[in-house]
């Protein structure tokens, strides 16, 4: 069973950085789009970033200029840095995977980690 484990949140004041990481781990033959959403109280899960295998990347309009993703293929991992942070960043940050388990199975799996908190103070 494949399992998605992030790491890296925590607590900083404004324009402060912090860097998240998520590692897949389990059987996997191949991940293609991996990403990363957040969810602040009494708000819906929205998406942050997202990285295709090849390297492409997508941005909330939120956080273009402030936020990074990167991916290492050999790690089977995602990461997130987070610069410039601001109070409005707080949220539950939660990555995800498309996973492809088998060469003999052709589907992907849409896996979610637990979160990671992340809490920005003025």
């Known amino acids: 069973q494949v399992q998605l484990v992030e790491s890296g949140g925590g607590s900083v004041q404004a324009v402060g950085s912090l860097r998240l990481s998520c590692g897949a781990s389990?059987?996997?033959?191949?991940?293609?789009?991996m990403g990363w959403y957040r969810q602040a109280p009494g708000r819906q899960r929205e998406l942050v970033a997202v990285?295709?295998?090849?390297?492409?990347?997508n941005y909330a309009d939120s956080v273009k200029g402030r936020f990074t993703i990167a991916r290492d293929n050999a790690k089977n991992t995602v990461y997130l840095q987070m610069n410039s942070l601001k109070p409005e960043d707080t949220a539950l940050y939660y990555c995800?995977?498309?996973?492809?388990?088998?060469?003999?199975?052709?589907?992907?799996?849409?896996?979610w980690g637990q979160g990671t908190q992340v809490t920005v103070s003025s």
């Open positions: 389990g059987i996997i033959f191949r991940i293609n789009d």
């Open positions: 995800n995977a498309y996973i492809r388990e088998s060469e003999f199975r052709l589907s992907y799996t849409d896996c």
């Open positions: 990285i295709t295998s090849g390297g492409s990347t």
